[in-house]
């Protein structure tokens, strides 16, 4: 993969498939590989997120699910390769949308929820640029409390202030849970041939 370029199709069994780049686009398929809902299988996630990834899976041999599924991962890191143990997540794209919008927008010197089309790697790039700020607080306090450190006054009174904002979201609600079954049948899910492996960004 040209990391150079903002590739548009990714190789899988030799063939060139159309991938959808737009950063809505892979955000929806983030959402998907969330593994904060026990309620989807992890087959189903990875079949769903394939589906809205790729733009002519219908057409994709099941065989072929599994590549697939690792050329996507590879393309969701920015053509990173991605680690076989992910380390635990720290950013909620959906929960965190606001913090990282605004830190994006500051970095990119623009609205970007307003752009017509904003391809992955471009908004990762300016993602990665983000310093210090909001969202780099959040992150911070999440780490410390994960790994049982002690936060210093001001993150204290901050976590305080702002815990519904830092605490990562709680499982599905019954009406989301009955949201993404009804995305499932839509899409036709079954959950065959796909990798399992886990990413997270």
């Not at 999440?142 to 605490?167: F, S, T």
Request: hydrophobic residues 45%; charged residues 30%.
């Amino acid at each position: 993969m040209n990391r150079w370029a903002l590739p548009r199709g990714l190789t899988v069994g030799g063939r060139t498939w159309a991938v959808h780049t737009d950063f809505r686009d892979v955000l929806k398929v983030l959402a998907w590989l969330d593994d904060r809902s026990r309620a989807t299988r992890e087959e189903e996630r990875w079949y769903v997120a394939l589906a809205l990834f790729y733009r002519d899976f219908e057409a994709m041999p099941p065989d072929l699910y599994a590549e697939a599924a690792a050329r996507m991962a590879e393309f969701l890191a920015g053509g990173r390769e991605t680690d076989r143990v992910p380390g635990p997540r720290l950013i909620d794209w959906d929960k965190d949308a606001a913090l990282i919008a605004a830190e994006v927008n500051r970095v990119a010197g623009c609205e970007v929820r307003a752009l017509p089309y904003l391809h992955w790697w471009s908004f990762l790039g300016w993602f990665w640029a983000i310093g210090d700020g909001a969202l780099a607080t959040v992150v911070s306090i999440r780490d410390k409390l994960r790994r049982g450190k002690r936060l210093e006054g001001w993150e204290l009174a901050y976590y305080r202030a702002h815990r519904a904002d830092i605490d990562l979201r709680a499982p599905l609600t019954d009406a989301e849970r009955a949201e993404r079954q009804r995305l499932l049948e839509l899409v036709g899910a079954k959950g065959e041939g796909t990798n399992g492996e886990h990413h997270r960004i």
